[in-house]
Nanobody
Framework: QVQLGESGGGLVQVGDSLRLSCAASGLTFSTSVMAWFRQTHGKEREFVSF???????SYSDSVKGRFTISRDNAKNTVWLQMNSLVPEDTAVYYCAADPSEWGILRAPSTYPFWGQGTQVTVSS
């Protein structure tokens, strides 16, 4: 059974930083694409970043230059370092895994496995 568990969310001020973690089990983590998405109430889930098994990364334009995704295959963990946070970053952040690395990696529908989400709130 695949399990993804996010942690690290919270309430911060504009300009602060947060580091989200996602611990994975039940899948071959080292060969999976790992991604972060976010969602606010009433909106569709939005792509944030992904990292391929070889370390190739991609970011949405709204977070590029502020967020950094990384992974440790020995720890089955992926992180999202979020700097210079702004109120527009407020959302529930979800970790996702795609064992096949097939499909459109910025699309939520590509990912069969999801975590429960962690709330990030940026207060002005």
């Amino acid at each position: 059974q695949v399990q993804l568990g996010e942690s690290g969310g919270g309430l911060v001020q504009v300009g602060d930083s947060l580091r989200l973690s996602c611990a994975a089990s039940g899948l071959t983590f080292s060969t999976s694409v790992m991604a972060w998405f976010r969602q606010t109430h009433g909106k569709e889930r939005e792509f944030v970043s992904f990292i391929k098994k070889g370390g190739t990364t991609s970011y949405s334009d709204s977070v590029k230059g502020r967020f950094t995704i990384s992974r440790d295959n020995a720890k089955n963990t992926v992180w999202l370092q979020m700097n210079s946070l702004v109120p527009e970053d407020t959302a529930v952040y979800y970790c996702a895994a795609d064992p096949s690395e097939w499909g459109i990696l910025r699309a939520p529908s590509t990912y069969p496995f999801w975590g429960q989400g962690t709330q990030v709130t940026v207060s002005s």
